[in-house]
């Protein structure tokens, strides 16, 4: 059967998260769903990240394979018609070789945490980027961010229901920029790893902005990764922010 990549982009709002539940909604489901209209025997798909209930993708990766030899174009084409009005599109799709696996051959993942800080409730950002009311100091956040990089036991930094079989990841960037915005500021954290724990990115974010306002000194998030204990970690921020932007392969499926 030929297999194919997908590029999925994805409002997280209205999903349960990217893995198929019974009784709930999924992004997974409304892709597969698509499929099935195309070819009713299309078996599952497999995705390179299961982002939880409320999260976005900018660049999931998906592969499926198929009994019909497919043109990409016309693939991506076919699926958007059946995906509405879901907020789901395929950006792309590609062929690629039997042995790809879009969890499994990926080695890195990137992505982007969208934080506002103003007085006024979002509006067209709603559900879209975390809001906090006070200011942030970037740079104490970036000084607390430059604790975490590097390979770590990130066990203070991961749920209590993570599956993941160690807490020891490496985690190869975070950055912070800070963009003004009408009557704010939003500050964009940029996080790239090969793979992350369960709400590590989220925890992370979460305890980052504590920094930021004030709450904690940068040399606490050192204290905290230190701990290597759950309870050490600060608040965990909510999903609304959290983007799935890319996943990077040795080869580009879709170049």
Known sequence: MPRYALKIEYHGGPFAGWQRQSGQPSVQEAVET???KLEADAPGIAAAGRTDAGVHAT??????????????????????WHLKPAPVSILKAARVPDDFHARFSAVERRYLFRLISRRA???HDAGLAWRVLGALDGDAMRAGAAHLVGRHDFTTFRSTMCQAQSPVKTLDEITITEHEIAHGTEYRFVLRARSFLHNQVRSIVGTLERVGAGAWTPGDVRSALDAKDRAACGPVCPPDGLYLTGVGYPEDPFA
Not at 63 to 75: G, Q, S, T
């Open 121 to 123: 409730p979002l509006t």
């Open 59 to 80: 660049g999931q990766v998906a592969h499926c394979d198929l009994a019909k030899d497919w043109d990409p174009f016309r693939l991506s084409e076919a699926l958007n």
């Open 34 to 36: 698509a499929l099935r």
